[in-house]
């Protein structure tokens, strides 16, 4: 397995360019099986996760092309119904397929994705929010077995025990397009990828309304047809560099990225002291305005609230920023898989419940670390950025799961950074 090697304590300057973001991609990428015509997405990123997409979808009888960051896709001629469990088990989102599916094929068997260590990942949305629509679905076997002739409209409320759910919004909004009727999704989930899905469905010719807000109406049509699109840019890559330009107490210009998309997280770095702004063109200029950086609170939640895809990196420039700030998960109240491995560093942050209490220190010390899951990978690359010495994060291939060449990018910025392959 590959291992990231960090030389910390370099400030990082210069220009970084922002890839398009993973968990548009992804339900935008299932979409394409509402149709049977042709597709072409632009600004995909090129991640594992996206060629685990175009895996379960070729599976599915669709064939791509991909061409850099362009992905062309089309129907065959043979429909299939059915993804298997070594290529769901990889990846969550493979859920997203399930409301096309249905919509498109009338029928579809899933393997139904499991906990992670970010916490248990129920689905009883999807399955609420579909049945809803009149499919008929069960669970049978270690997959979702789902069925229904025709789809009919509903009012559907989709709110769960921690608020409306992402890929259920996304799952519902896929397949309600292709339905009868007028339907409503109550409590839906308003972040800037489904916003990005709806914008891609009204371009294949799907009736849509109010997405972006908690109620989405949709009147279902006939069929779509095949639609160009170009992906959004991912605001969680954006601020895991931001926080990497805070970090060393570099100076940053982020290009192609989206700073309206991260109005929670600028608004706790100007309390820290990082200064973020951005020109006409989008650009991010990125520096530390003060000396000592001033701890804060944070909790996470729906958008627009703070992310919480941008906490566990967060936490590593907390970690050392002077005084006590405090971190509280409202959306997975055990996503703190990194608190340990920081520690190891030489954080000093402890857990309350769903909170993590980090005293800030005044160095961090370079360390052989562990990576748990995508983001916990990614904030213990900032904290390698940062600390004395070297550090040594192995399990890296969950970083490959979301950031597009990651030590590309860093070392265009100047850490010293590499991978060490097959370790
Ligand atoms: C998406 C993102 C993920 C992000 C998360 C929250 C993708 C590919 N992934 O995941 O990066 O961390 O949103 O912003 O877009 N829940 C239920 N029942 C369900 C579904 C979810 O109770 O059927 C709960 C979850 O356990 C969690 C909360 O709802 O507590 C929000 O999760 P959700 O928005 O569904 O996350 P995902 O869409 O899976």
């Keep these: 397995m590959d291992k990231i090697i960090i030389e910390g304590g370099v400030p990082l300057h210069g220009e970084v360019e922002i890839s398009g973001a993973k968990n548009a991609a992804l339900p935008i990428l299932a979409a394409v099986l509402l149709t049977d015509e042709e597709c072409v997405i632009e600004n995909v990123p090129v991640l594992r996760d996206v060629l685990t997409m175009l895996k379960i979808l070729r599976s599915l009888g669709i064939k791509s092309q991909v061409n850099g960051s362009r992905v062309v ?25 399930l409301g096309p599916l249905l919509a498109k094929v009338k029928q579809a068997k899933i393997s139904m994705p499991g906990g992670c260590v970010i916490g248990q990942r129920p689905v009883d949305l999807h399955l609420k929010g579909l049945s809803a629509l009149g499919a008929n679905v069960k669970v049978e076997h270690g997959y979702i077995v789902a069925r229904a002739e025709t789809l009919h409209s509903n009012n559907i409320f989709l709110g769960g025990a921690y608020g409306p759910s992402v890929l259920a919004t996304a799952n519902v909004l896929m397949a309600a397009v292709l339905a009868k009727g007028k339907t409503v999704i109550e409590n839906a989930a308003c972040e800037p990828e489904v916003v990005d899905l709806a914008d891609f469905l009204l371009k294949m010719g ?30 969680i890559e954006t601020g895991t560099y931001i926080l990497a330009g805070a970090i060393t107490k570099g100076k940053l210009i982020i290009k192609n ?25 989008g650009d991010i200029y990125v520096k530390t305005k003060k000396a000592v950086l001033k701890s804060v609170e944070f909790t996470t939640l729906p958008y627009p609230g703070f992310p919480t895809d941008i906490q566990a990196q967060m936490m590593a420039l907390l970690s050392v920023v002077n005084g006590i700030s405090v971190v509280t998960e409202k959306i997975f109240p055990d996503r703190f898989m990194h608190v340990s491995e920081l520690n190891r560093m030489g954080a000093d942050i402890f857990l309350e419940g769903a909170s993590a209490i980090v005293r800030g220190v005044k160095t961090l010390s370079g360390a052989s670390v562990m990576a748990s899951d995508l983001r916990a990978s990614a904030a213990l690359v900032l904290a390698g950025l940062v600390a004395k010495g070297k550090t040594e994060i192995s399990r890296i291939y969950h970083l490959d799961r979301g950031y597009e060449n990651l030590e590309d990018k860093l070392s265009k910025l100047g850490a010293k950074i590499y991978r060490v392959k097959n370790v």
């Design 73 to 97: 896709l089309k129907a065959g001629k043979h429909r299939k119904f059915t993804t298997s469990y070594n290529l769901v088990s990889t990846m969550r989102a493979s859920i997203c397929v």
């Design 206 to 235: 799907a009736k849509i309304k109010g997405y972006g807000t908690h109620r989405i109406e949709i009147i279902g049509v006939k069929r779509l047809s095949g639609a160009r699109h170009s992906i959004i840019a991912d605001r």
């Design 257 to 281: 990225a989206s700073i309206e998309h991260l109005a929670a997280f600028i608004d706790k770095l100007e309390q820290i002291g990082v200064s973020v702004s951005s020109n006409r063109n």
